[in-house]
């Protein structure tokens, strides 16, 4: 038995392509986004209370590069989470993300910038 092919099939295989072209490009977006996880540099389990971070060995959070103490990645028992950057350190960052607001704070009275999320 023979079957011709329709032209609702040929119009449906490319609304398919289209369909599929279209969550590519959604995923895509999504993985790149700035808190997507294409973003993810680390994966650290932080505790409640205070979380150390810089790259020297006894860090709660140590990394690959940065200066030996960059500071104290404060986990409150309501969620409140909050960076405090440890003094003579220089964090800067253009990163914006979402739902979350930055504030001066820094260890050791000087001026300086931390991050806080939402609760």
């Known amino acids: 038995m023979m079957v011709a092919e329709s032209g609702w099939a040929a119009d ?3 609304v398919l ?21 294409l973003t993810l540099v680390g994966l650290h389990f932080m505790k409640e209370g205070d979380n150390t971070v810089g790259s020297a060995a006894d860090n709660d959070i140590v990394l690959a590069k940065s ?7 404060q986990v409150a028992a309501g969620g409140k989470v909050s960076l405090v950057c440890a003094a003579g350190t220089d964090v800067r960052s253009g ?11 820094r260890r ?8 806080e999320a939402p609760r």
């Open 12 to 14: 449906r295989g490319d």
């Open 17 to 37: 392509r289209e369909e599929i072209a279209v969550w590519q490009q959604r995923r895509v977006a999504e993985l790149t986004a700035v808190d997507g996880w």
């Open 67 to 73: 200066p030996a103490r960059v500071g104290t990645i």
């Open 95 to 105: 990163l914006r993300v979402p739902g979350w607001t930055c504030r001066a704070r």
């Open 108 to 115: 050791g009275g000087s001026s300086g910038r931390g991050a």
